[in-house]
């Protein structure tokens, strides 16, 4: 995969305070890749270096091997689309999407025609002569899509476009998006601060924190083996515990948990002692014989499961997910429960 984007040691400084600190790494041609962490990360900022919205305080961006230092936002092969979709009101949802082409010196014929197969593209072809203010929010933010797309930009820069949405059509939309990418070859960089939208739509995602990143991996890299506690934490639901490592080698760990269970799992942690041990909630199970014993404190109905919550021997926390079936009887607050951790269900987190 040949690279799109190359980002380098990039400093963002706002004076005295350092947004970015020394980000590094590249995004390929053709590929989604997000960008994802909570407020003040860094991410949006990250973002508007690379359209040219923000120039960076030390280190370099190339597109496409081309240093863009100093080079203005419109001369760049790139296109965003922001959290606030900013059509213009005036004009027809066919107006909209021309605007782009018009800026560029598009004949008239050709940019309508340019325009019309963006909106068959994303369904609002029967929308075209509509105002903004008669259409949905969904349908607001596909128009904003098909105008920064029609350009053929090699770029395309996404600023949480639909956190503004309800959740019925954000899951909508996160299918509509992958589609888009596949189907127009362009690279998607998107900013997010919803695991779940970065997991169900990213060939890599960039975890971000305080300015640094945190991990670069798939989702499913990032998700079964997070690097560090932040990441664990943040990239869906987990139990976080200290444990005592006696042994580590090969990437591999002794650990003994609270209440004694010894157990011998994957490893970011390099060097025995006291670390943080993360074990995944849908990797938890009640069985007899379990190797855990726990005591149940609270049981949350979720609907497609129940989240039992539990506590080890010492008052260490840990919950479980179990199925919401008739075949599975779930225990009562109080009751004493033995549970089974599957194979590959923990991990130890270098701090």
């Known amino acids: 995969m040949s690279t799109a984007i190359d980002i380098r040691s990039v400093v963002k400084r706002y004076g005295t305070t350092t947004a970015l600190h020394s980000v590094g790494f590249e995004i390929g041609d053709n590929e989604f890749f997000t960008l994802l962490g909570p407020s003040g990360c860094g991410k949006t900022t990250l973002l508007r270096c690379i359209a040219g919205f923000e120039d960076v305080s030390e280190g370099q961006i190339l597109l496409f091997g081309q240093d863009i230092a100093g080079l203005e936002p419109n001369l760049r092969p790139v296109n965003t689309v922001f959290q606030q979709y900013a059509l213009f009101p005036h004009l027809s949802v066919i107006d909209n999407v021309a605007f782009g082409l018009k800026m560029k010196g598009m004949a008239l014929d050709a940019r309508r025609a340019r325009a019309g197969k963006m909106l068959e593209m994303v369904h609002l072809s029967a929308f075209a002569d509509r105002m903004p203010a008669q259409l949905s929010g969904g349908q607001q933010q596909r128009v904003a899509l098909a105008r920064a797309l029609a350009p053929e930009p090699k770029v395309l820069l996404l600023d949480e476009p639909l956190s503004a949405l309800d959740l019925k059509l954000r899951q909508a939309m996160r299918v509509e998006l992958k589609s888009l990418q596949e189907q127009t070859g362009i690279t998607f960089v998107f900013v997010t601060h919803d695991q779940e939208e970065a997991l169900t739509m990213s060939d890599r995602i960039a975890v971000m924190s305080q300015g640094r990143v945190q991990q670069i991996g798939t989702a499913r890299d ?77 049981v949350v109905y979720l609907g497609t499961d129940v989240q039992v919550m539990t506590r080890l021997p010492g008052g260490v926390p840990l919950s479980l997910r179990v199925q919401n079936s008739a075949r599975i009887a779930i225990p009562a607050p109080g009751a004493s429960v033995s549970l089974h951790l599957e194979e590959g269900a923990a991990r130890l987190l270098a701090d």
Not at 266 to 283: F, K, Q, V, Y
Request: charged letters at 20%.
């Open 222 to 298: 990032i998700y079964e083996g997070p690097v560090n506690r932040f990441v664990a934490d943040f990239i869906g639901e987990t139990n976080l515990m200290e444990v005592d490592v006696t042994a580590i080698s090969d990437g591999m760990a002794d650990v003994i948990l609270p209440g004694g269970h010894a157990l011998r799992c994957p490893a970011a942690a390099t060097t025995p002692g006291r670390h943080h041990l993360s074990i995944r909630p849908e990797r938890v199970s009640l069985a007899d014989g379990g190797e855990v014993t726990a005591t149940v404190e609270r």
